[in-house]
Every structure is written in C-alpha cells, then in structure tokens.
C-alpha cells in the first residue's frame, strides 16, 4: 500500500464519513433525476475539498496531489460523479494561477476561490476539436487593454453553473492552425455575451452538469490571460499532467467500490444451495479484479508522490500511464461487477449498473487513453 501521513490518513478519515452521511443516501437519486447536487458545494468548501490545492499563503488548506487523489478516491467509492466536486476548482483556476499566472493575478483570484464557493470549468473541446487542440477556431482578437472572445465550446463541466471558465482561444494569427497562437483566459461567466446551452444527454455522471458554451464578443480584460500570448496550449499540456493523476484515483475509487459490493453480494447470494462466494469461477474474477486495483493503486500514488515532491521532469509519461491503466482497468473491474451480478446487475436497483456506465468516460476525458499511449509511446522513444 501507498504510504499516507497523519494528516492525510485523518482527512481521509473524515472524508469517508462524509461520505456515507452526505452522499451515499443521494448517489443513485441524483443519477436517476440528473439533479445537480448544488448542496455539496457548502459541504465540500467548508471541509476545505473544493479548494483543497490553494496554498495557505493565499487562504487555502494548502493541500497536495496525494491529499486530493486519496479525497477522490474516497468519495468515486460511492458516486463517481459526486467525487468531481473534489478539487473542483483545481484544473480551471488553482493550478493554470500557480504555475503560470502573475502573482497579482494569484493575489486577486486565490483568496476568493479559497472561500470554497466557486465553481470553475475549462473550455477547451470545440465540435470538430477534440484531441486535436491545434484545430480550435475559438478567437481572441486584442482590443485595447482587453481581448474580445468569440466561438463556441462543447462538453464543458460545469459549464452551466461555473463562476470562472478558463477559455483557450487563439490569438494572432487566428486562421492558423497551430499550437503556438493558443492562449488561455479566466472568464467570469457573468460578461455579457457568454451563455451555456442546453445540458447534454449523458450514458453516465448524470447530476454533473455538461454543455456547450458561447461566446459572442466576450470582452476579457488583458490582464485576465494566463500566461503569456501564445502558450495557453503548453499550459493545458503541463496542467493536464499534473491534474491527470486524480482521473487515476477517482477510476481506482470507482473500481474499488464495485469490488466492495461484489464481495458483499458474493457473500449473501446463493445458488445451488450455496452462498456464490464459494464458486471458484466468481472466486477468481474477484482475485483478479483485487490485483488491478491495487495495481492501479500503487501506479497513481506513485505519480502523486512524484508531483509533491516536484519531481516533474518524467511526470508526462508517469501521469499518462497512470490515467490509462486505470480507467481502462475500472471499466473491466466494474464490467466483472455487473457480471457477478448476474441478471440483478443490469438493473438500477443496483449500484454496478450505474459504476460501469461512469466507468466509461474516464477512458475519454482528459485526453482519450489512445492519446495516453501516444504520450507514453513518444517517452519511451524519445520521439
């Protein structure tokens, strides 16, 4: 096992009983109605989990990657989607500030989201721009002291209930399909002429609000870009990185929480007379559902471990293997569940039948593990 210090152990601790007086008695209830679980917000800032990576200097819990990945571990056990409040606001605000904002901008922004009552998104994917950023059309054309923003933005979480959304746009040279004329910039969703479209339609994480964005000449103050003009994409690519081990730890949590209820139906079920816990074909499918757990487990921990201890010269290659091997390993674990569930498994009376479908997009978001392998497979060659 990974090794936790005090402190960590203790907020995981109190996070667990949180979690089962919070959030288990409204897991499937927010799946079934796809209900925005806006309470939580009040629950999660005042246990300081939104905010959980703001640095004490600037009013936050000064919390680290392993605090975080074991806090959304924890709560992926029960819902998947409630463990997406974790570190909300990490990806969209604290971490593009911290390692490539100004320290006015940290100075101004920070304390606010150290409250932990904002809710941030990070607007990247665009209708015919997934993976590949470099095809983005979303512009930011300079007007003065501020940009003017303009273009659409699909599958933002959050995007309809956010404060702030970090926007990539291009600038410069707009029309040129490129890397190095992406920039980023922190939108307050009030501006006028950004608007959310309607919720998308969801296999799985209903309750976690997703849709398009718009921006029609959304005025954005020059000193709301985050980093310098032309290097929003190398900001995106060193966030991502950093951010994709809590992707690892939420697919172990999700996978650990289907082998729990497994083990716990295994050992009230019967057939043929028995309990199906003593059926060796199930007893070997739950041995090996263990063994990718904790594979998983000790892989993300690791990368964790590296990150707080800024170790990030490898954290490229190390982030990706994490994030790939363990969503691909809690969509298997959590396919295995609803097999041992047998006939009970497919319905949504039952908890794996909602598991398998959240498993699902951890193997997409974040980057698809095809880029994953791509990343891994370029390290490894020094391509």
Known sequence: MPHYNETQLAIRDAVRNMVDKEIRPIASEIDATERFPEELTEIFGDMGLMQLWVP???????????????VKEEIARVSQACSMFAGQNSIAGILPLLHFGTEEQRQR???EIAKGR????VAITEPHAGSDVSSISTSAIRDGDSYVLNGQKVFITFGSVAHKILVFAKTGDIARRGIDNISCFLVDTRTPG?????????MGMNGIPNCPVYLDNVRVPAEDMIGEEGAGFIAAMRILDINRPTVAATAVGLAQGALDVSLEYMKERKQFGRLIAEFQGLQFMVADMAMQ??????LTYECTRLVDSGQLDNIAKMSSMAKCFASDMAMKVTTDAVQIF??????????????????????IYEGTNQIQRIVIARHLLDL
Not at 56 to 70: H, M, N, S, V
Not at 342 to 363: C, F, H
Request: one cysteine or more; proline letters at 5%; aromatic letters at 8%.
């Open 56 to 70: 004490e200097k600037y009013g936050g819990p000064g919390g680290d990657l392993t605090t975080l990945c074991l």
């Open 293 to 298: 757990v904790e594979a998983a487990r000790e």
């Open 109 to 111: 922004i920070l304390p």
């Open 194 to 202: 950004f608007s959310a479209g309607k919720g998308d339609k969801k």
């Open 118 to 121: 904002t809710l941030t998104a």
């Open 342 to 363: 047998g006939g009970y498994g497919y319905m949504k009376d039952y908890p794996v039948e909602r598991m398998m479908r959240d498993a699902k997009i951890l193997q």
